[in-house]
C-alpha cells in the first residue's frame, strides 16, 4: 500500500514526513497556485525536500493531446522520476496512450465513475485517481467507485493501481482502503485527523496524573 501527502506545503510535508511512511506528494493546477511559486522551481524544491526514493507528481495543463505530451515532457526533463497527471477524458486518452508508448508514467485523474477510470487503464496510466469526495458530492457512492475500478484492474489491467483522491474525512480514505485500493493521497488535514485524537490525548494525560499521583514523578 501507498500513501501520499496531497499539498505543496513544504512545512506540512516536513511534519508529516517525520511520522508518516509517505510514499511521495502529489500536486494539482490549484494546488501549485496556492503555493504562489513558479511551478518549476516548486517542484524542485519538492523533489529535493523528498529524496531520490519517493515519487513526485504534476499535472497538465492543456487540454489539446499533443500540448499535454509536450507540457509531460516538459515536467520529465525538470524533474525525471516526475509522474505526469492527465484528465481521463477524450484528450487525455490520447496523450496517455503516446506517453505510455514513450515510457513516460501518468496517473489519469479527475476520475468519477468505474468504466472512465478503466479506460485511463487500458490506455497506459500507471495510477488511476478516482475523486472521492467529489464522487459523493454529486450523489454518487465513492465506494462502490472503487470498488468496481479495482475489480477491472485486479482482472484486466494489473500494471495500474487506484491512487484514490480528494477526501474530507480519514472515514472515506478507510472505504477505499477496505474495498482494496492500493493507494491514497491524503490532504494535509485529513491526513493530521488520522494522528490526532482527542481521546487518545485524554488517555495519555489520565495515565501521567495516576502515575505521579502514585510515584511522584514520571520516572521509572
Not at 66 to 91: C, G, H
Request: aromatic residues 6%; charged residues 20%.
Amino acid at each position: 500500500m501507498e500513501l501520499y501527502l496531497d499539498t505543496a506545503d513544504i512545512s506540512a510535508i516536513k511534519r508529516l514526513a517525520a511520522i508518516l511512511p509517505i510514499k511521495g506528494v502529489t500536486t494539482n493546477p490549484s494546488i501549485v497556485a496556492k503555493s504562489g511559486k513558479p511551478i518549476f522551481e516548486l517542484l524542485a524544491e519538492l523533489q529535493e525536500l523528498l529524496g531520490s526514493d519517493k515519487v513526485l507528481f504534476a499535472q497538465v495543463l492543456s487540454n489539446q493531446a499533443n500540448e499535454m505530451i509536450k507540457e509531460a515532457k516538459q515536467l520529465r526533463k525538470a524533474v525525471p522520476t516526475i509522474v505526469t497527471k492527465i484528465p481521463v477524458n477524450a484528450e487525455g486518452l490520447i496523450a496517455i496512450k503516446e506517453l505510455s508508448k514513450q515510457g513516460i508514467p501518468t496517473l489519469g485523474t479527475a476520475v468519477y465513475g468505474a468504466a472512465q477510470g478503466f479506460l485511463g487503464a487500458l490506455a497506459g496510466a500507471k495510477y488511476i485517481a478516482p475523486y472521492v469526495n467529489r464522487i459523493d458530492a454529486q450523489g454518487g457512492n465513492s465506494k462502490e467507485t472503487i470498488q468496481e475500478l479495482q475489480t477491472l484492474l485486479d482482472l484486466h489491467c494489473p500494471e495500474s493501481m487506484v491512487l484514490a483522491a480528494s477526501f474530507r474525512t480519514p472515514r472515506q480514505a478507510l472505504d477505499c482502503l477496505l474495498a482494496g485500493c492500493q493507494s491514497i493521497t491524503l490532504p494535509v488535514d485529513v491526513a493530521e485527523q488520522f494522528i490526532s485524537d482527542p481521546a487518545v490525548d485524554a488517555a495519555i494525560v489520565k495515565f501521567e496524573q495516576d502515575w505521579c499521583h502514585a510515584f511522584g514523578s514520571l520516572t521509572y
